[in-house]
């Protein structure tokens, strides 16, 4: 089913590059060659930014009023894009009419939150849910799959559970036309000739694991606990990327240029308001555990010694200034880190680097907290733009969970897309710590 839902997403992008190109051809009347290519850079650049807004997913395609923001603010930014690139290929040329653009994203507005209402109906008609019979104790993982079901819009969906040897004797007769999902993996273990007598007749089995990290985009600790070996092999596998590098500088020179004004009038702003300093520096730790100094703007009143206290944020909400409420809002105080991004401590996208007092306390007390220190820590990362601020141990554990999905799953088009869905968070004014 999973193969299915991915492969209509991409048939469902595709169309949608097609819907807006024979509008542009039908609206323009002066086609040609060059022409058709610029368009197409826009349409691409109209659908990365939608996808990017979760456009596409199955959450924002249930609400006409969240498809019709994301297609509305995705649009709006990708025809921007699209423009920058064409002229950016291009030149500036006389054969560019910035109507047709315009046009492009009036388009797009209209027409694809109705195909998205069409689409996600269509969906929930044609592909039918999985019924499984799970391989696990449903005290330990109901409420995991509960998660999965309202995830998947009830295509996940649980029959019977099997938690002990006793009650798989007639599993034959329970499983029917369903699939097999394994949950426990040492009752699987105990099970393993029962359940390859069921394999052999056609039956699907999966794993866990799968489905979790297919609905959820996090990896829960519980099936970390449980499949120690496996993510233990699949987090050991995180070599630095060296493209992943040479982007991190592109981008953080092309940042800090635009960055630059904003860091001298908030400066400024912050000297009128609360004196000096204006750059917030603070050893952080970073990439295989080595400490680096973290520059932020100063958003706090100075307060060494809760600076210097065991519990750093517990004073945050009476330190902080007005300008800071303001650079926390919008994330302009994250605008300095782009040094760090230039002089390799920090990458554009990694989970969020934790203060020594923190990292010192949850490493001893999450299970493979300590995996996040295999790749850089980032200005924005998987965590940042799904969770947001935390500050209790079960936030901690959680936002652990999508910092420990990027480690496993990271790649430059997986960047590419946090580094979009910041934009919805910027938008959506999110703050960071």
Same mark, same amino acid.
């Given at each position: 089913?999973?193969?299915?839902?991915?492969?209509?997403?991409?048939?469902?992008?595709?169309?949608?590059?097609?819907?807006?190109?024979?509008? %542009?051809y039908v609206y323009s009347n002066r086609f040609s060659n060059l022409r058709?290519?610029?368009?197409?850079?826009?349409?691409?650049?109209?659908?990365?930014?939608?996808?990017?807004?979760?456009?596409? =997913?199955?959450?924002?395609?249930?609400?006409?009023?969240?498809?019709?923001?994301?297609?509305?603010?995705?649009?709006?930014?990708?025809?921007?894009?699209?423009?920058?690139?064409?002229?950016?290929?291009?030149?500036? %040329?006389?054969?560019?009419?910035?109507?047709?653009?315009?046009?492009?994203?009036?388009?797009?507005?209209?027409?694809?939150?109705?195909?998205?209402?069409?689409?996600?109906?269509?969906?929930?008609?044609?592909? +039918?849910?999985?019924?499984?019979?799970?391989?696990?104790?449903?005290?330990?993982y109901k409420s995991l799959m509960d998660e999965i079901r309202i995830s998947?819009?009830?295509?996940i969906i649980v029959d019977t559970w099997i938690a002990s040897v006793e009650?798989?004797?007639?599993?034959?007769?329970?499983?029917?036309?369903?699939?097999?999902?394994?949950?426990?993996?040492?009752?699987?273990?105990?099970?393993?000739?029962? *359940?390859?007598?069921?394999?052999?007749?056609?039956?699907?089995?999966?794993?866990?694991?799968?489905?979790? =990290?297919?609905?959820?985009?996090?990896?829960?600790?519980?099936?970390?606990?449980?499949?120690?070996?496996?993510?233990?092999?699949?987090?050991?596998?995180?070599?630095?990327?060296?493209? @992943?590098?040479?982007?991190?500088?592109? *981008?953080?020179?092309?940042?800090?240029?635009?960055?630059?004004?904003?860091?001298?009038?908030?400066?400024?702003?912050?000297?009128?308001?609360?004196?000096?300093?204006?750059?917030? @520096?603070?050893?952080?730790?970073?990439?295989?555990?080595?400490?680096?100094?973290?520059?932020?703007?100063?958003?706090?009143?100075?307060?060494?010694?809760?600076?210097?206290?065991?519990?750093?944020?517990?004073?945050?909400?009476?330190?902080?200034?007005?300008?800071?409420?303001? *650079?926390? @809002?919008?994330?302009?105080?994250?605008?300095?880190?782009?040094?760090?991004? *230039?002089?390799?401590?920090?990458?554009?996208?990694?989970?969020? +680097?934790?203060?020594?007092?923190?990292?010192?306390?949850?490493? =001893?007390?999450?299970?493979?907290?300590?995996?996040?220190?295999?790749?850089? +820590? $980032?200005?924005? $990362?998987?965590?940042?733009?799904?969770?947001?601020?935390?500050?209790?141990?079960?936030?901690?554990?959680?936002?652990?969970?999508?910092?420990?999905?990027?480690?496993?799953?990271?790649?430059?088009?997986?960047?590419?897309?946090?580094?979009?869905?910041?934009? =919805?968070?910027?938008?959506?004014?999110?703050?960071?710590?």
């Open positions: 089913m999973y193969q299915k839902i991915v492969y209509q997403k991409r048939f469902y992008m595709a169309f949608i590059v097609g819907f807006l190109f024979l509008f %542009q058709m290519l610029q368009f197409i850079i826009v349409d691409i650049s109209v659908v990365a930014f939608i996808f990017a807004f979760h456009g596409f =997913e199955l959450n924002t395609l249930k609400s006409k009023h969240v498809v019709f923001i994301s297609t509305a603010i995705g649009s709006f930014l990708g025809v921007l894009l699209g423009m920058f690139l064409v002229i950016l290929i291009f030149g500036a %040329q006389r054969d560019i009419y910035r109507h047709e653009f315009i046009a492009t994203n009036t388009a797009a507005i209209v027409g694809i939150p109705v195909f998205s209402w069409l689409y996600y109906r269509i969906i929930m008609k044609v592909i +039918p849910p999985i019924l499984y019979v799970v391989i696990g104790d449903p005290s330990k998947s819009h009830g295509k009650e798989a004797a007639d599993i034959a007769d329970k499983i029917g036309d369903k699939s097999i999902l394994v949950a426990d993996l040492g009752l699987y273990r105990r099970l393993s000739g029962v *359940l390859h007598d069921v394999e052999k007749h056609g039956v699907q089995k999966h794993f866990i694991t799968d489905v979790v =990290e297919y609905w959820l985009y996090r990896i829960p600790l519980q099936l970390v606990e449980e499949y120690r070996d496996h993510y233990e092999i699949l987090l050991n596998k995180a070599p630095i990327s060296q493209i @992943k590098r040479v982007m991190d500088i592109v *981008l953080g020179l092309a940042m800090m240029l635009i960055a630059l004004p904003f860091i001298i009038v908030f400066g400024i702003l912050i000297v009128l308001n609360s004196g000096f300093p204006i750059i917030f @520096k603070q050893p952080r730790v970073g990439l295989y555990e080595q400490l680096f100094m973290f520059y932020k703007l100063r958003s706090l009143k100075v307060d060494e010694k809760a600076e210097n206290s065991e519990n750093p944020n517990r004073t945050i909400k009476q330190r902080i200034t007005l300008v800071g409420k303001i *650079l926390r @809002k919008t994330r302009v105080d994250e605008f300095p880190q782009f040094i760090n991004i *230039l002089n390799g401590t920090m990458s554009v996208v990694g989970p969020r +680097p934790e203060m020594k007092v923190y990292h010192d306390k949850w490493i =001893e007390e999450i299970p493979f907290y300590g995996y996040r220190n295999m790749v850089r +820590p $980032g200005v924005t $990362g998987w965590a940042q733009i799904n969770y947001g601020h935390t500050t209790s141990k079960e936030e901690y554990i959680r936002k652990t969970e999508y910092d420990l999905y990027y480690v496993i799953h990271k790649s430059i088009l997986f960047d590419i897309q946090i580094i979009m869905q910041t934009f =919805e968070t910027f938008l959506g004014m999110k703050g960071g710590r």
